[in-house]
């Protein structure tokens, strides 16, 4: 125990930098838990506090800073190859440009704390061309805000906190296993749920292929461009004669889609 301990005093604040930076720039390193290690540390007057904190809010802005300027080049297509990553690729753009649409930079202020937006959300102030100066304010007390509660919790329950690194000491690699296995365990069942997902939608596809022979032959079918405002914007351009109109807006333009004929939806 007391080699772990001297570990994480003589190398603790390199590790919360790191460990911050890494999660907030996309790496699956999570920050929380030295995050919440380092708020115990402190607790028990073995780190700084006030360095704890100014170190990872650096770290946060330097990971936003990064996707800020990746959005601001790379355009909406960046939203689009984040989300194919992501183990909730069915809702990720949409619920993170709801969010922002809403909110705008004050959502900033607690994108960390909702999976998902914490990478996504900087790369969007990109998009949508938030000035620098407001991006990196919001963006800042976001960070500090975000790493302060887990920081203020390990602080907060510090004596908790050493019984748990005890145990977890005396097991030793067993509570390592268990850890591996349960985060493998979240993973796989994200990755099944996306799959199933998936393949629901692949039955009511249909290709651009199919739907300009459905065209050319004079089917009467109605196109619905149901992209965000935020990607409509981004790219104006769409197939002649469709209908643009956002999920958000389907319970008050319902009438305006007429029910005897097929409809297509496409989104992107």
């Not at 911050?20 to 607790?43: M, S, T, W």
């Not at 990064?66 to 989300?83: M, T």
């Amino acid at each position: 125990m007391d080699g772990t301990i001297g570990v994480l005093v003589r190398y603790g604040y390199l590790v919360v930098f790191g460990s911050v930076l890494a999660e907030q720039i996309g790496i699956p390193i999570p920050a929380i838990p030295f995050l919440l290690a380092a708020g115990g540390l402190a607790g028990s007057g073995k780190l700084s506090l006030a360095l704890l904190l100014v170190l990872s809010g650096i770290a946060s802005l330097m990971a936003d800073m990064v996707w800020y300027v990746v959005g601001r080049l790379g355009g909406a297509k960046v939203l689009g190859w984040l989300c194919r990553i992501s183990l909730e690729p069915d809702s990720c753009v949409r619920r993170t440009q709801t969010i922002f649409s809403k909110h705008g930079p004050r959502s900033l202020m607690v994108a960390k704390f909702i999976p998902g937006f914490s990478t996504i959300a900087p790369p969007l102030a990109g998009i949508v061309r938030m000035p620098l100066d407001r991006f990196v304010l919001f963006s800042a007390l976001g960070g500090l805000f975000w790493a302060g509660t887990f920081i203020a919790l390990g602080w907060i329950f510090s004596y908790q906190l050493e019984i748990v690194a005890a145990y977890a000491e005396q097991f030793g690699g067993l509570t390592l296993m268990a850890i591996v296995a349960a985060l493998a365990a979240y993973i796989a069942w994200k990755f099944v749920s996306r799959q199933r997902f998936l393949r629901k939608i692949r039955i009511a596809r249909i290709s651009p292929a199919e739907l300009k022979a459905k065209l050319d032959g004079g089917e009467k079918i109605l196109i619905v461009d149901v992209r965000d405002r935020i990607d409509f914007e981004a790219e104006p351009t769409i197939i002649p004669g469709a209908l643009h109109l956002t999920i958000e807006d389907l319970d008050q333009r319902h009438r305006e889609i007429p029910r005897e004929r097929e409809i297509i939806l496409y989104c992107t």
